[in-house]
């Protein structure tokens, strides 16, 4: 069974960084496309970033393009999302998936930005 567990969450000051990871258990990475997606409150799940298959390529939003960096370790079954310069509209829960919006999610973890 293919499982995404997700860490390294929490509270930051506006301008802060915190870097997300997301560990792969049951599969190989490098086959699929890994992305990053939000969704702050009573709004939609927002795609954020993308490591293309193979681990070659990675594509970002553009609201968070200069700021956030997304890159993974196959060796350690393990993608990455590494957040700086965070603003408070970076606020909400922060979820790894797999496969596309009909593969493998993990369970979220919440980003909190606010002074």
């Known amino acids: 069974q293919v499982q995404l567990v997700e860490s390294g969450g929490g509270s930051v000051q506006p301008g802060g960084s915190l870097r997300l990871s997301c560990a792969a258990s049951g599969t190989t990475l490098s086959v699929y496309n890994m992305n990053w997606y939000r969704q702050a409150p009573g709004k939609q799940r927002e795609w954020v970033g993308r490591i293309a298959t193979g681990g070659l390529m990675a594509t970002l939003a553009d609201s968070v393009k200069g700021r956030f960096i997304i890159y993974g370790d196959n060796a350690k079954k393990s993608f990455y999302l590494q957040m700086n310069s965070l603003k408070p509209e970076d606020t909400g829960v922060y979820y790894c998936?797999?496969?596309?919006?009909?593969?493998?999610w993990g369970q979220g973890t919440q980003v909190t930005v606010s002074s």
């Open positions: 998936n797999i496969g596309g919006t009909g593969g493998v």
